[in-house]
């Protein structure tokens, strides 16, 4: 069926003129970084080229070190340190311009937010500032010499991005991450000389840059500001109605573009638990387009296509900026253009590649499970093989994981049905959505769904809890286990390898329990020994519910993993904010008649916690029993995936269900099949 686009989103095909350029549309996926950089330049490449084929009519880098006394090892960011860097960019450039979209690379010196671990160059800034997380680690304060020689840098970098092929080059003052951003702070700036001082003064640095890089570069490549309006700290701070403004008034049309935000990344990267409505920064941005005759870009988790539509029709912004939603739907634009919506694959902003990032790997997406794999295994998110044979499989369970198996089978041909044993699909999604702050989970259901339930090659059973015999008299030859895990009742985790004592005299609800909507009341100890999301947000519910929650954890902090998706700080203080009681670096050691028994993981004291009800949030079982069960059946296929295989998170499941279904009657090894990018000498 060929579908049409609808004349109300016709405004975001227009094109736009950029300085020199034109963007053929007002979709803009904005510099983000991915766990790549200059160590993984192929794998790089080809996600930024799925973009540009995707729709994205300008494509930028991650942040790009201009010299290696702005460098963050062991993190991955793009480098232009010297010629020699120039050829892996072109590999991304040519990737990019290859479907007629614009490049954008986005230099960055970042001053004294970088440690140097690597160079071992004291970091420097405008004025001498620790470190933070550094041992004893200053930055020191530039003089004059040191001002010339960055601009230097920024300049021949410039002229390097020039000779890779980049359309569109940016001077960033983000995110608390760039040198340009820290001269206009006062909060890093206490300056006396002309660079500091008065917002004129402190801006100088930032409007030299700009100024000198449209010299070298401006005549051929478009010139973009990337600039923070307001790092949501009041007068402490950066604001969009201070010196955020005024920034804007003084450098107004001298930039191409203005791609505006909320600093710092945290801020400008929410997650969806903490800031659930798309555009939650237009309220910041709204009035640059007031003060600008130039192209404004904006971000805010934008998914929705009349959403979209609006802000440029309001005058909010004249390019639609994404960076998750890009991620999760590289092809959003081709799908908006084309009338496709219910393909779209809506971000659920839950961070997870922010996390991949943060652990200095290529990133991953809960949504979309080809992110990072588009060169090393050779997905494309919206292509697949066909089917080898048309030998039926059975999926037997619709979480994240059964949903995808199921849908890539689908697509690939093979005739699929999908058996589930409760009366709703999405497994743990649909649980985990009816949980304070994870609504959007609920899209990682619905995406595949709305795609599953409408394929004539499909069948989908509600309420059919397969047994191995059940199975074995489907004579189906393939079969993938996707029948999930369950959480411990008994505390077992990484803190306590063996059943809690006391549990027999004590109520004790697992997570299950509490998301299957058990009664709760009364005095409530939540042992959060997984350190992710759930043990917060169960509290979070308990909390609503009126319980007395206190919660324990051998970290420091609650939630602990959650500073890889930027919101641990979020995640304290709003259980603070609601009541928790929060018990830091204390093992659970036993119950004993009314209260939990914690020990210091660094004294072994003991303490009495006043408790009628255990929630332990530690561990899970994987549901395998059907595996075993089917060991002597005659099939040719029997997998477990997702979280039947190796309990993880939603964003493993789906990448499981993902595997499998890619691998279905492929020879060989799973895992491990997919190239890796060598040194080579
Ligand atoms: P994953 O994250 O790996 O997708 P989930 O726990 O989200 O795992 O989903 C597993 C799904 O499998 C649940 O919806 C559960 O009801 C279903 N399930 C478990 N055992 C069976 C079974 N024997 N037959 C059919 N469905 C099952
Ligand atoms: Fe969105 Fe989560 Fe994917 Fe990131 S990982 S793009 S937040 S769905």
């Not at 990448?655 to 279905?664: E, F, I, K, Q």
Request: hydrophobic share 35%; glycine share 8%; aromatic share 8%.
């Amino acid at each position: 069926m060929i579908m049409s686009r609808d004349p109300r989103h016709d405004i975001l095909f227009e094109p736009v003129q950029i300085g020199p350029k034109v963007a053929r549309n007002r979709f803009y996926q904005v510099p983000h970084c991915n766990g790549m950089g200059y160590r993984y330049p192929r794998s790089l490449a080809a996600m930024r080229g799925v973009k540009a084929e995707g729709g994205w009519a300008v494509v930028c880098t991650e942040e790009v070190e201009i010299h290696p006394s702005t460098e963050v090892m062991p993190a991955n960011e793009g480098r232009l340190w010297a010629d020699e860097d120039i050829s892996y960019h072109a590999l991304t450039v040519e990737a990019i311009q290859a479907h007629g979209s614009l490049a954008g690379i986005e230099l960055v010196h970042q001053g004294p937010t970088t440690k140097n671990r690597y160079s071992r160059i004291p970091p420097m800034g405008p004025s001498a500032r620790a470190i933070a997380g550094t041992n004893s680690l200053q930055a020191r304060t530039m003089d004059r010499a040191d001002i010339k020689a960055l601009r230097g840098w920024y300049r021949d970098a410039a002229l390097r991005a020039r000779q890779a092929g980049y359309d569109l080059i940016y001077v960033y003052a983000g995110h608390d991450l760039s040198i340009l951003q820290h001269f206009l702070s006062r909060k890093w700036n206490d300056r006396t000389d002309e660079y500091g001082g008065s917002i004129e003064n402190r801006v100088r640095l930032f409007r030299e840059v700009l100024e000198e890089t449209k010299e070298a570069v401006g005549h051929e490549m478009a010139v973009a500001v990337r600039f923070a309006v307001d790092e949501l700290q009041g007068p402490e701070g950066i604001t969009h109605d201070g010196d955020g403004r005024a920034v804007v008034e003084l450098l107004s049309e001298l930039p191409d573009l203005w791609d505006v935000n909320i600093s710092d990344w945290p801020n400008d990267s929410q997650t969806a638990r903490f800031a659930p409505d798309e555009g939650y920064q237009d309220d910041y941005i709204r009035f640059v387009k007031q003060v600008t005759g130039k192209p404004v870009v904006g971000v805010g988790r934008y998914t929705s296509p009349d959403g979209m539509a609006k802000r440029v029709r309001d005058g909010l912004l004249d390019f639609i900026g994404a960076a998750r939603p890009s991620i999760a739907d590289p092809f959003l634009p081709k799908k908006i253009e084309e009338g496709r919506l219910e393909d779209i694959r809506e971000c659920i902003g839950c961070n997870i590649c922010v996390s991949g990032d943060n652990e200095n790997v290529p990133y991953r997406c809960t949504q979309n499970p080809t992110v990072g794999e588009e060169w090393r295994r050779e997905w494309h998110p919206e292509k697949i093989a066909m089917k080898t044979t048309n030998e039926p499989v059975l999926v037997v369970g619709a979480g994240p994981a059964g949903l995808e198996c199921a849908m890539q089978l689908s697509k690939r041909g093979y005739p699929v049905t999908l058996a589930e044993a409760s009366s709703e699909l999405g497994g743990r999604v649909t649980k985990e959505a009816k949980l304070p702050g994870l609504a959007s989970y609920i899209r990682v259901r619905d995406y595949r769904v709305q795609y599953l339930q409408v394929q004539a090659n499909v069948e989908l059973y509600l309420e059919s809890p397969l047994t191995a015999e059940d199975i074995a008299d489907m004579e189906v030859p393939h079969v993938y286990l996707a029948t999930g895990a369950n959480w411990r009742r008994d505390a077992v985790g990484s803190s306590l390898r063996h059943p809690l004592e006391g549990l027999s005299n004590h109520t004790v609800f697992s997570p299950d329990d509490i998301m299957a909507g058990v009664s709760v009341s009364g005095r409530v100890v939540v042992y959060d020994d997984d350190n992710y999301y759930l043990g917060g947000v169960i509290a979070e519910k308990l909390l609503d519910a009126g319980c007395s929650v206190t919660i324990v954890t051998s970290n420091p902090i609650i939630s602990q993993w959650t500073e890889l998706t930027m919101e641990q700080h979020r995640v304290q203080k709003r259980l603070i904010e609601k009541g928790a009681t929060l018990t830091v670096s204390k093992r659970l050691v036993r119950l004993e008649e009314g209260c939990a028994v914690t020990a210091c993981v660094f004294t072994g004291q003991e303490e009495r916690i006043a408790a009628d009800v255990l929630v332990p949030v530690t561990e899970r079982l994987p549901e395998d029993s059907l595996f075993a069960g089917l060991q002597d059946a005659d099939l040719k296929t029997l997998k477990c995936i997702g979280d039947a295989f190796a309990p993880a998170s939603i964003a493993a499941a789906v990448y499981s269900g993902h595997l499998a279904a890619r691998r279905h009657e492929v020879e060989g090894e799973d895992l491990q099949v997919f190239k890796t990018e060598r040194v080579t000498v």
